[in-house]
């Protein structure tokens, strides 16, 4: 019995000094030191035995046992030690592999377009201001007289919200149909002189490919004690030449806005055919960018300015429709379908 536990600590010890993976020698303690393995099945024949010879052989069983452990321990350290020294040995990190492409991505060109048309005026002097996009009528229109029965104030045209809570009293509300009514709201807030550009949302009920829902504009306007129509031509024709190139040229029409007197529309020459005559421009050579005149002394009434003391000019422009002739675009629509790869081009 004596010898077959002494054979045994000899048969472990040449297997676990052969062993050098730590799932070889996991599996060499299960088969000596397991619940099955081959000690305790030594020792389940030591019932037959006489008690003082169980007695010796017992402490020799310990004493291989806690041999064969000693051995399986320092045998697993070196084989823990040998796996990780392989593993640093193998292929190394190549850093100086190209990375993988992060694309950046980069402002909406109604963002960037409006940004622009913004900062040549901060250039010229002029404040950034805004107004809410949900707006009192007498904003939108009233204050910028509108008369009673105008046909921008038929539901045709606005979008009307009626405010909750305020029941038979409410006033009446729009979705703003332009920036003009942050002209009003800038001469309430400070004193002539006053130059401030407004940029926003609009809201009109349109939709066709030149005409979305929403849109933005960026409205302009100038107060002074002696504004006259040369400074808001020199201003526009400044503008201008900033933002298409200095040799675009500008037309002014005579037009008609209640809030200006008298009106314009300007043009600038067809930056597609260079005013020779194109689908875009419908053969005439002249595009549309924006509307303007001299701000009505009814209006400076409704703002708490005195007409009597005050002149001054203004002007609103589409933002969509100027981004459409700066790209060369074929439809507004794309502007708010957020297709990636159309986006991406700009
Ligand atoms: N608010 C006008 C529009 O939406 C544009 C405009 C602004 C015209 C200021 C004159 C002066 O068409």
């Given at each position: 019995?004596?010898?077959?536990f002494?054979?045994?600590?000899?048969?472990a010890?040449?297997?676990?000094e052969?062993?050098?993976?730590?799932?070889?020698?996991?599996?060499?303690?299960?088969?000596?030191?397991?619940k099955?393995g081959?000690?305790?099945?030594?020792?389940?024949q030591?019932?037959?035995?006489?008690?003082?010879?169980?007695?010796?052989?017992?402490?020799?069983?310990n004493q291989?046992?806690a041999?064969?452990?000693?051995?399986?321990?320092?045998?697993?350290?070196?084989?823990?030690?040998a796996?990780?020294?392989?593993?640093?040995?193998?292929?190394?990190?190549?850093i100086?592999?190209?990375?993988?492409?992060?694309?950046?991505?980069?402002r909406?060109?109604?963002?960037?377009?409006?940004?622009?048309?913004?900062?040549?005026?901060?250039?010229?002097?002029?404040?950034?201001?805004?107004?809410?996009?949900?707006?009192?009528?007498?904003?939108?229109?009233?204050?910028?007289?509108?008369?009673?029965?105008?046909?921008?104030?038929?539901?045709?045209?606005?979008?009307y919200?009626?405010?909750?809570?305020?029941?038979?009293?409410?006033?009446?509300?729009?979705?703003?149909?332009?920036?003009?009514?942050?002209?009003?709201?800038?001469?309430?807030?400070?004193?002539?002189?006053?130059?401030?550009?407004?940029?926003?949302?609009?809201?009109?009920?349109d939709?066709?490919?030149?005409?979305?829902?929403?849109?933005?504009?960026?409205?302009?306007?100038?107060?002074?004690?002696h504004?006259?129509?040369?400074?808001?031509?020199?201003?526009?024709?400044?503008?201008?030449?900033?933002?298409f190139g200095?040799s675009?040229k500008?037309?002014?029409?005579?037009?008609?806005?209640?809030?200006?007197?008298?009106?314009?529309?300007?043009?600038?020459g067809?930056?597609i055919?260079?005013g020779?005559?194109?689908?875009?421009?419908?053969?005439?050579g002249?595009?549309?960018?924006?509307?303007?005149?001299?701000?009505?002394?009814?209006?400076?009434?409704?703002?708490?300015?005195?007409?009597?003391?005050?002149?001054?000019?203004?002007?609103g422009?589409?933002?969509?429709?100027?981004?459409?002739?700066?790209?060369?675009?074929?439809?507004?629509?794309?502007?708010?379908?957020?297709?990636?790869r159309?986006?991406?081009?700009f």
């Amino acid at each position: 019995m004596q010898n077959h536990f002494q054979t045994l600590l000899e048969q472990a010890k040449e297997e676990i000094e052969a062993g050098d993976s730590p799932a070889q020698l996991e599996a060499l303690r299960v088969k000596y030191l397991g619940k099955k393995g081959a000690l305790s099945q030594g020792l389940s024949q030591m019932g037959k035995l006489p008690h003082e010879e169980r007695k010796k052989i017992g402490a020799v069983a310990n004493q291989v046992k806690a041999a064969v452990e000693a051995l399986l321990e320092r045998a697993m350290q070196r084989a823990e030690e040998a796996a990780l020294k392989a593993s640093l040995k193998g292929p190394k990190l190549d850093i100086s592999l190209p990375g993988r492409l992060c694309r950046q991505g980069h402002r909406h060109p109604v963002s960037q377009t409006m940004d622009d048309i913004v900062d040549i005026f901060v250039g010229m002097g002029f404040e950034v201001a805004d107004g809410p996009e949900v707006e009192l009528g007498w904003y939108n229109f009233e204050a910028l007289n509108f008369l009673e029965n105008h046909p921008a104030r038929d539901m045709q045209d606005s979008f009307y919200v009626s405010p909750e809570g305020f029941g038979e009293n409410a006033p009446p509300m729009v979705l703003r149909t332009h920036t003009s009514p942050v002209q009003i709201r800038a001469m309430q807030a400070s004193p002539p002189p006053l130059r401030a550009i407004m940029p926003g949302r609009v809201y009109r009920r349109d939709f066709d490919i030149t005409h979305t829902p929403m849109f933005h504009q960026v409205e302009g306007l100038f107060v002074d004690t002696h504004v006259s129509m040369a400074d808001l031509k020199g201003t526009l024709n400044a503008f201008v030449r900033a933002f298409f190139g200095e040799s675009v040229k500008t037309r002014f029409r005579a037009s008609y806005f209640p809030f200006t007197e008298p009106s314009a529309e300007v043009d600038i020459g067809c930056v597609i055919c260079q005013g020779t005559g194109c689908r875009v421009c419908k053969m005439s050579g002249w595009l549309e960018i924006l509307g303007a005149g001299m701000v009505h002394p009814n209006v400076f009434s409704a703002s708490g300015y005195n007409p009597q003391e005050v002149t001054g000019f203004a002007f609103g422009m589409g933002i969509e429709r100027t981004a459409m002739l700066r790209y060369g675009l074929g439809d507004l629509r794309a502007l708010f379908e957020n297709d990636v790869r159309f986006l991406a081009q700009f």
